[in-house]
């Protein structure tokens, strides 16, 4: 595309305006909370960092914003970010505006990762590296046995293997609950299902960043394919492309992502699912402008959410409650609005 031309710099325009909006939710994010932080305090407390030099007045102010708000920032733009990536690499790669990163299982096996590593006591980075597994091995049990299906559209199998795995990963964690301990494992279990960033540290942002960046990466060099394989298998092969190894590769690289966010966070839904859609209304449907935009409006929507969440009432809301919540009404209204984005 010309880099003059009006699409493209509406594209800019609109890119630039994503970006200081999620600036300044950033901003307010690391500001607002049960510990309020004034501007000054913020901009003291930076310098601070940069010089070496602590000032005991700024104490708690500086422990709080480093070791608590800064890391759960990151973690909400690293999710939003991610998920709703995942989210625009899923619907066109299935052609499907209802398919959402847990579509394969992904969210399932991970969940019951977790519930597993809760239900045996373990400590929380085997919690999370549990869940990260598990998520990866079911969307590679998914892959294997649609793979082993021959004679039927690939895509339609894949999904409808995902859909019997999540089922039976869904039953086993079901029974698991039922067998946790009523006073001290099931609540865990329950609190962890919903989605929450309250536990997230610097540590699990440096630890998940890199994975979603590597996940990223074809999908930054290879999105001009994700529309080739839009159009369906035939199509892609005759223009030069192989379906299989793709499909195989951006299903990879979104699972990656979607299970490394959910180890960390929890099992968080709709933002794949509506994120890519009010992008698809602001681009339109080409990936190589639907990427980023959806990125940025994910990045945007998580970090809102999350700010109100710990904000909301004196005891935290699980973020797949108001992500359900705010996300329900908007799918709603885009239905109702027609297929304008596709």
């Not at 608590?68 to 499907?96: D, E, S, W």
């Not at 400590?123 to 998914?142: C, D, M, N, R, W």
């Not at 109100?308 to 908007?330: D, I, N, S």
Request: hydrophobic share 60%; charged share 10%; net charge neutral.
């Amino acid at each position: 595309m010309d880099p003059g031309s009006p699409a493209e710099l509406s594209l800019q325009r609109t890119l630039v305006l994503l970006v200081m909006l999620v600036s300044l939710l950033a901003i307010a994010a690391a500001l607002i909370g049960p510990y309020s932080i004034s501007p000054t305090q913020l901009i003291q407390a930076f310098a601070q960092r940069l010089t070496g030099r602590i000032d005991p007045a700024l104490a708690a102010t500086d422990t709080v914003l480093f070791s608590v708000r800064l890391p759960r920032v990151a973690a909400a733009l690293l999710a939003g970010a991610a998920l709703a990536a995942a989210g625009a690499v899923y619907q066109g790669l299935f052609r499907n505006p209802l398919v959402s990163p847990d579509m394969l299982g992904v969210s399932s096996g991970a969940g019951l990762g977790a519930v597993l590593g809760i239900f045996l006591s373990l400590p929380v980075p085997a919690i999370q590296g549990l869940s990260f597994v598990g998520g990866l091995a079911t969307v590679a049990i998914v892959y294997l046995l649609a793979s082993a299906v021959r004679g039927h559209e690939p895509t339609l199998v894949l999904v409808l293997t995902g859909i019997v795995l999540g089922a039976l990963a869904g039953a086993c964690l079901s029974l698991l609950k039922i067998l946790a301990d009523p006073y001290d494992q099931l609540p865990a279990i329950t609190f962890w299902l919903l989605g929450s960033l309250a536990s997230v540290r610097a540590a699990d942002v440096l630890a998940t960043a890199p994975l979603v960046l590597v996940a990223l990466v074809p999908l930054v060099l290879l999105r001009w394919r994700v529309n080739l394989m839009s159009l369906g298998d035939e199509e892609a092969a005759a223009l030069g492309v192989d379906p299989r190894r793709l499909r195989l590769l951006f299903i990879a690289a979104a699972t990656l992502m979607t299970a490394s966010i959910v180890a960390i966070a929890g099992v968080i839904g709709w933002v794949g699912l509506v994120i890519p859609h009010i992008a698809r209304l602001l681009v339109g449907p080409n990936f190589n402008r639907l990427l980023p935009t959806a990125m940025l409006i994910g990045a945007g929507f998580m970090l809102a959410v999350d700010t109100l969440a710990r904000t909301l009432a004196e005891t935290e809301t699980p973020l797949g409650v108001l992500t359900a919540c705010l996300g329900a009404p908007v799918f709603v209204w885009l239905l109702a609005s027609g297929r304008r984005g596709w």
